[in-house]
């Protein structure tokens, strides 16, 4: 079963506007939320993280806000540049373990 | 430290042949994921090392996978007798241990191509 799902596989956005990739979860015991962006041929980077705590956390151009009731997470990047073209995985963290639980992720194609 | 190492970057292997990929984490980092990537998937989780203990192995990992961490810094990931579907990306991450600590840091990986 898939534990954590990003259900668009692509997204297409204009240079300087918003991109807001979405992800959902369905496991309420997860309380520890990341990001990671991929390029080809590279392991995923690690981009912006959230705790259950918290409702939003911000880091420069990148803010990302969690909806428990929902089993939500987004990503909003404002504004988009061409640099920002890559995979996009959600992923959700085991605390004891640490290991990461990934969606399918959604590729981000940003257009100059 | 530059970051988390993977060695080779590539391997291409004959079905039926053993395979063994090296991983060099960030030199603090006392944990160390192993995961496996496929076309169109996100990472999923095989294994984990806290220093050079192993702790956790997903059931993905079938007895033909063996991976070891035995001075608790480089770890390796063995495949024996590899078959056509263990064709994927293989990535290794670390992270330092502790509360609040969960961000993983993933080094390039090792692409599999088993013919």
């Known amino acids: 079963d898939q534990q954590v799902k990003q259900n668009s596989p692509s997204l297409s956005v204009q240079e300087g506007r918003i991109s807001i990739l979405n992800c959902d979860y369905t496991n309420s015991m997860f309380d520890y939320f990341l990001w990671y962006k991929k390029y080809p041929a590279e392991g995923p980077t690690f981009l912006i993280s959230?705790?259950?705590?918290?409702d939003k956390n911000e880091d420069g151009r990148f803010t990302v806000f969690l909806n428990k009731s929902a089993k939500h997470l987004s990503l909003h990047i404002v504004p988009s540049q061409p640099g920002d073209s890559a995979v996009y995985f959600c992923?959700?963290?085991?605390?004891?373990?640490?290991?990461?639980?990934f969606g399918q992720g959604t590729t981000l194609q940003v257009k100059p | 430290d530059t970051g988390v190492s993977q060695d080779p970057r590539h391997k291409i292997t004959k079905r039926g042949q053993n395979v063994t990929f090296r991983c060099d984490p960030i030199s603090e980092h006392n944990r160390l994921y192993w995961y496996r990537q496929t076309l169109g998937q996100g990472p999923e989780f095989l294994t984990y090392f806290q220093n050079e203990a192993q702790l956790e192995k997903s059931r993905l990992l079938s007895d033909r996978f063996s991976a070891e961490r035995p001075k608790g810094s480089f770890s390796t990931l063995e495949i024996q007798r590899t078959e056509q579907g263990d064709s994927a990306m293989y990535l290794c991450?670390?992270?330092?241990?502790?509360?609040?600590?969960?961000?993983?840091?993933f080094g390039p990986g090792t692409r599999l191509t088993v013919t």
């Open positions: 991450a670390s992270s330092p241990a502790g509360m609040g600590l969960l961000e993983q840091y």
């Open positions: 992923a959700a963290s085991d605390r004891n373990t640490g290991k990461l639980i």
């Open positions: 959230i705790s259950s705590i918290k």
